[in-house]
């Protein structure tokens, strides 16, 4: 989420870790949180860090090829987790499912089951694929905004496929899931999944080092925005250069987030492939209570001396460049004029 909004009701990031591992086939660019490895025994891949992806998703007792993911919890950190909660139940419902309920009409019962609207599930898009089972993997939820009655959370995700034949293919996306207060919960009225496009003929040689750099970890839209070749210079130098000082962990670059400010008209950056939001440095959620402020801090310092004239975060600095609002308290945004 990027630049400043009036009005807000409080928001944080639930924090979401992902499992230790290498993905196959996975389209995002690796690191130490990329995908988990597939277990040839079917038993869970090793954790680092705190639980990811929903318990709808979990898939306990997976048949060998496919991994085995932990539950999705909110952070301590986080307010209003219930909302990011719903969110990732409605992406769990859809892009994952267990052997045999493949399909629209599988994933509109399951949506129901949990209390959404099944016709929720013809939004669904790439979520829903022709496999007869599916495993998913939450890389993080972050706020797209955050007001009084409505919301919008940026669903990052990994997903594995097992084909009839057994073949496992993996992918993910990242769904710009949109809510509405109602009682007794918040209830998902809308899904935009990503988008990001087919790869470019040729890639450039600063995205194929970003992409490769262990130490800027994308989720798979966020990678394939890279491949595309529709994020700026401007922000692959400031990953480039933040990189050499930290471990940066990547929520959204350009797909799956809101075209407009969220509750405004005004254009973000993001989709103009002008904008990062990092969600994790050196390891520590931006949202958690126990990430050492000046961690924080610093790193806002530094996005702005990379380049960055628009710099959201939990906390208020002194500058024009600088601000905070509940949205950005799980996440620092980094937005670029050119």
């Known amino acids: 989420m990027d630049e400043r909004y009036a009005r807000y009701a409080p928001g944080r990031r639930a924090v979401l870790l992902g499992i230790a591992g290498t993905a196959i086939g996975c389209s995002s660019s690796g690191g130490r949180r990329a995908s988990p490895s597939p277990s040839p025994t079917g038993g869970p891949a090793s954790a680092n860090g705190s639980a990811s992806s929903s318990a709808a998703a979990t898939a306990t007792g997976a048949a060998p090829g496919l991994p085995v993911v932990t539950a999705w919890a909110p952070n301590p950190g986080d307010v209003q987790p219930e909302v990011k ?56 939820a972050q706020y797209g905004g955050i007001l009084d009655t409505t919301a919008s959370v940026l669903v990052a995700c990994r997903r594995w496929t097992r084909a009839a ?24 009225t809308a899904l935009h999944p990503s988008d990001p496009g087919p790869a470019a003929a040729t890639v450039s040689a600063q995205a194929t080092r970003v992409l490769a750099d262990s130490r800027i970890v994308l989720p798979p839209a966020a990678a394939d925005d890279v491949r595309a070749g529709t994020v700026h210079a401007s ?25 407009d400010v969220f509750g405004t008209t005004r254009p973000s950056d993001h989709p103009k492939g002008r904008a990062v939001d990092v969600w994790d440095i050196d390891g520590r959620p931006v949202v958690d209570p126990a990430t050492p402020r000046a961690l924080v801090e610093s790193f806002m310092r530094a996005g702005a001396a990379a380049g960055s004239y628009n710099v959201g975060g939990p906390y208020a600095l002194p500058g024009a460049t600088f601000f905070t609002d509940p949205t950005h308290h799980d996440h620092v945004h980094l937005g670029f004029t050119t």
Request: glycine fraction near 8%; hydrophobic fraction near 50%.
């Open 85 to 140: 909660r719903r969110a990732v139940d409605a992406v769990s419902a859809l892009g994952a499912w267990p052997p045999g309920e493949p399909g629209l009409a599988a994933a509109r019962a399951r949506l129901a089951a949990l209390g959404f609207a099944p016709e929720l599930a013809d939004q669904a898009g790439s979520l829903l694929v022709d496999a007869p089972e599916a495993v998913l993997e939450v890389v993080d």
């Open 165 to 188: 034949d057994g073949a496992v293919t993996a992918d993910g996306s990242t769904v710009d899931v949109r809510l509405s207060r109602a009682t007794p919960r918040w209830t998902v």
């Open 235 to 259: 922000v692959l130098t400031a990953l480039e250069t933040l990189a050499v000082d930290h471990t940066i962990d990547v929520t959204v670059l350009r797909s799956g987030h809101p075209i």
